[in-house]
């Protein structure tokens, strides 16, 4: 007699999509993308295809996309406080779940979950929460912004929880992180930046550079010494160089007789010392200072990033960052008490669509939104690519970047 369990388990599902397929290393005009289960078998030439087991694929699984249609991999977004009406920094899951939701059918496949500076006890519930959703393979993680930043440049951020950095406070919040916080931006000038970055990297949490006031030395020395502790601690993934929260944004302008840190986060960038994120959506940055940092720094040193908050998504009106109420007047989020931007409304295709409006090439866009991030997170071995052995993320983009389907883990979610 057979058992139940000596029965032979179900093949994987397969997928074949024909088109104009970017890979990481250049747009496939006559591509082929081959999926079988969650994973990617084949991207690249048509005409090279010879992969067995593909050749009875269920013809509602072979996908011929028209001209001028892309396969995009799935994006990566390492800064983003929600959507859809769901907020991270409320600490509240089912917010949060339905924020994760919407971004995933929107595109953006792998994505840490983004707070704002708080109150040490609202943010250690918060890291809870999204420890265990980062379990549930919701999330990749989760970025703390704050609560360790400057009062001249604070931003949205709520002042009245802002704190010179504290190593104890710090290691209580990497702890309830459970391994799972990825990133922090601090503000490098103030007392105890040091041995915050030094605690950071200890434990392979990548030191952003942030809402900050310091002058270039300072900018410089701080990404040189994140950069050396990341190198030292061999964990496995770790990028080797640190970040800069929302370039411009946050910190004073560049001068030519006062540089301040904009002009050390370039320099680091041109080097591969730093990856900087720019919040190409129109509102955060001029698109001919996007095109002009792609030019600078290279498209493999950037990383596009949302800053989205809880009204991406919906309708001009009235939402919440965390505890702050915040008003979008068309599409621009701008915290209630003081005008501030408080967050972006773009989803992260948005942003690769504006980028590319911008003049920058769509292969490049489309690597400082996926290969470049995942690299930071240490998920090059998963996702950020088309790649073979990669987890099957992708989207279905027509001729002017607009959303037509988007795959996730093998499985079609629109």
């Known amino acids: 007699m057979t058992s139940p369990h000596d029965a032979a388990a179900p093949a994987p599902a397969k997928k074949l999509i024909h088109g104009s397929i970017a890979t990481d290393r250049g747009i496939v005009q006559d591509g082929l993308l081959a999926v079988s289960g969650d994973r990617i078998v084949y991207a690249g030439r048509a005409d090279h295809f010879d992969e067995p087991g593909f050749e009875d694929v269920d013809a509602a699984n072979v996908i011929s996309l028209p001209a ?25 899951e089912s917010s949060a779940r339905k924020a994760i939701d919407f971004l995933h059918r929107a595109g953006t496949t792998t994505l840490l979950a983004s707070m704002v500076t708080a109150s040490p006890e609202d943010l250690l519930a918060g890291i809870g929460v999204h420890a265990k959703l980062t379990g549930e393979g919701l999330l ?71 809402h900050t006031a310091c002058d270039t030395r300072t900018a410089w020395d701080s990404l040189e010494q994140a950069r050396e502790g990341l190198d030292s601690t061999g964990f496995d993934g770790t990028s080797g160089r640190p970040t800069v929260t929302h370039l411009f944004n946050g910190m004073p302008p560049l001068h030519h007789r006062s540089p301040g840190p904009v002009a050390a986060c370039l320099r680091a960038a041109a080097a591969g010392h730093a990856a900087v994120e720019l919040v190409a959506d129109n509102t955060h940055l001029d698109p001919e200072t996007v095109k002009m ?17 809880a009204a991406a998504g919906l309708a001009d009106g009235q939402y919440m960052l965390g505890p702050s109420p915040v008003t979008v007047t068309k599409g621009v989020a701008t915290l209630d008490a003081t005008g501030s931007i408080a967050g972006g409304t773009a989803t992260l295709l948005d942003v690769v669509r504006r980028t590319v409006q911008a003049g920058v090439k769509l292969h490049d866009a489309v690597l400082s939104a996926s290969a470049v991030p995942a690299a930071v997170l240490g998920l090059t071995d998963e996702v950020g690519a088309l790649r073979r052995g990669l987890r099957a993320d992708a989207l279905v983009v027509d001729s002017e970047l607009g959303l037509k389907r988007v795959l996730r883990a093998g499985s079609w979610l629109n």
């Open 293 to 309: 940092v792609f030019s600078l720094v290279g498209a493999g040193n950037i990383l596009l990033v949302t800053d989205s908050m």
């Open 68 to 92: 001028g249609h892309h396969v995009l991999p799935g994006l990566v977004d390492v800064h983003n406080h929600g959507g859809n009406g769901g907020d991270f920094p409320s600490g509240d």
């Open 140 to 210: 990749a993680g989760i970025h703390l912004e704050g609560p360790f930043l400057s009062h001249a440049r604070c931003g949205a951020q709520n002042p009245a929880f802002l704190l010179d950095p504290d190593v104890e406070l710090a290691a209580r919040l990497i702890e309830a992180g459970q391994g799972h916080i990825a990133t922090m931006t601090y503000a490098p000038e103030l007392p105890g930046a040091d041995e915050l970055v030094d605690l950071l990297t200890s434990h392979g949490i990548t030191p952003s550079v942030g």
